[in-house]
C-alpha cells in the first residue's frame, strides 16, 4: 500500500502538512517516503528509503512553503532504494503516484526512442516521461492528464506539479483513492481521511477520471470530458 498526501494555502507551511499526512497514513505500510515542495520558486525533492523519521532528518523546515506532494511508497516495480522512492521528476513534471501500471514497459520503451533517460525502475517515472511529453506538444496539463486515461492501462491516482505553474496542484484517479478536503481556502489532497484530519474533516470523494485543479483561493473538479462539476461535500464524524 502506498500513501499520498498534498497542500495547498496559505495557513501553514507545506511540509508540515506533508509529514503530517504521512504519518498519518504509515499503518497502509511503506518502505520510502518523499516530499516536492515550491520553495524560492523552485521545485524541490527530498526522499529517503525507511521510515518517515529518516526523511524529516533531511527535511529543513524553514523552507516555507504553500505548496507541495508527499508519498510512502510499498516497493513493486523496482526494489527500495532512494531513486525509486517518489516523488519522480521527468522535464517539467513531478509528481507521485499510488496504483500499479501494467504497459509501462513499452511506454518506456517508446520513450527511450524519444531520448528520455530514466534513473529508476519504477513505472511513475514512467507515468511522469509520458506527461511531460504530451505537455510539450499540447502545452495544456489539464487536457494532457484526460489523455492519460485512455493511454495508462492499470490503477492509479496522481498528483502533480509542472515548473510552469508552481502555483498548482493537479490531481486524478483510477481505481486508487484520492479525496480532496478544504478548509476555508486552504486545500488537501490525500489517498485516505485520517491524512488531512489534523487540519480538516470537511472533504469530497474523487470518483474514476475526474481531474482536480487546486490554486490559491480556488478549485476546479473536471468530469471526465473535462466539464466542471461541483462535488457533495462531506464531514468526517
Known amino acids: ?3 499520498i498526501v498534498g497542500y495547498l494555502g496559505k495557513k501553514n507551511n507545506a511540509l508540515d502538512v506533508l509529514i503530517d499526512g504521512l504519518k498519518s497514513l504509515e499503518y497502509r505500510g511503506y518502505d520510502s517516503a518523499g516530499v516536492a515542495y515550491v520553495y524560492n520558486n523552485e521545485v524541490k525533492i527530498q526522499k529517503e528509503v525507511g521510515k518517515i523519521i529518516e526523511l524529516e532528518k533531511m527535511v529543513n523546515y524553514n523552507d516555507f512553503s504553500n505548496i507541495g506532494i508527499g508519498h510512502t511508497r510499498w516497493a513493486t516495480h523496482g526494489g527500495v532504494t532512494k531513486y525509486n522512492s517518489h ?4 522535464g517539467k513534471i513531478t509528481l507521485v503516484h499510488n ?3 501494467e504497459n509501462y514497459e513499452q511506454l518506456k520503451i517508446d520513450l527511450e526512442e524519444q531520448g528520455y533517460v530514466f534513473v529508476s525502475e519504477t513505472d511513475t517515472e514512467v507515468i511522469a516521461a ?3 511529453k504530451l505537455y510539450k506538444e499540447f502545452n495544456n496539463l489539464l487536457k494532457v492528464i484526460n489523455m492519460c486515461k485512455d493511454i495508462l ?3 492509479y491516482a496522481l498528483a502533480i506539479i509542472s515548473d510552469d505553474e508552481k502555483d498548482t496542484i493537479y490531481a486524478t484517479r483510477k481505481d486508487s483513492p484520492l479525496i480532496i478536503a478544504y478548509d476555508e481556502n486552504d486545500y488537501y489532497i490525500a489517498s485516505d481521511v485520517p491524512a488531512i484530519l489534523k487540519y480538516t ?10 481531474i482536480i485543479k487546486i490554486s490559491f483561493d480556488k478549485h476546479e473538479i473536471y468530469d471526465i470530458n473535462l466539464n466542471k462539476i461541483t462535488k457533495e461535500i462531506l464531514i468526517f464524524e
Request: net charge negative; proline share 4%; hydrophobic share 30%.
Open 1 to 3: 500500500m502506498c500513501g
Open 87 to 90: 516523488p519522480h521528476k521527468s
Open 99 to 101: 496504483g500499479i501500471v
Open 130 to 132: 509520458l506527461i511531460d
Open 153 to 155: 492501462i492499470g490503477s
Open 201 to 210: 474533516n470537511k472533504y469530497s470523494l474523487i470518483e474514476n477520471n475526474e
